[in-house]
């Protein structure tokens, strides 16, 4: 699958941005659907790097498939050890709310298919320059409800 088709197949879907710590566009979440089991499917679309140089959590264990695309990924081992993995379309991440990581880099507009399991913690964990932990809220389960199709969010912003 290429950015293009990607691209028409998310056009109708609720849109969330998620911005880096510089406000510039970070990340694009859409809502694809939520299952019989419960579990959201979305699609990110990568727009630029993280350059949060905050480490963080997730407060949801999820599955990631890289549909196009690469990204490099920097995590914390248990033991506090900083591993680098690059993972490229066809690979799949297993994401579990104890894993501590940041995306270093990223092949502009690489898409990701994501299944997030229900059970939600209410935190993000995130890590400063000092090495203390910090909690921010998550979003709600139904976030989608009130978010607009990427067309509509962007010309609210004047993008």
């Known amino acids: 699958m290429n950015h293009e088709t990607l691209m028409k197949l998310t056009e109708h879907l609720p849109m969330k941005i998620i911005f880096r710590g510089d406000g510039q566009i970070y990340l694009e979440r859409y809502y694809v659907n939520t299952d019989v089991m419960g579990c959201q499917h979305w699609l990110h679309r990568f727009v630029n790097a993280d350059m949060d140089e905050r480490p963080h959590s997730h407060p949801w264990e999820a599955i990631s498939h890289i549909l196009y695309g690469w990204y490099r990924e920097l995590y914390l081992t248990p033991s506090g050890t900083e591993m680098e993995v690059v993972r490229r379309t066809g690979s799949i ?18 898409w990701t298919y ?3 399991q229900p059970e939600r913690l209410d935190k993000w964990s995130f890590i400063d320059k000092e090495g203390n932990l910090q909690m ?5 389960p139904d976030w989608f409800l009130k978010h607009k199709t990427r067309a509509e969010t962007y010309k609210e912003m004047g993008i």
């Open 93 to 110: 991440n297993k994401i579990i709310p104890e894993t501590i990581h940041r995306i270093s880099d990223v092949m502009q507009n690489t």
């Open 136 to 140: 921010e809220d998550s979003s709600k």
């Open 114 to 116: 994501f299944v997030v």
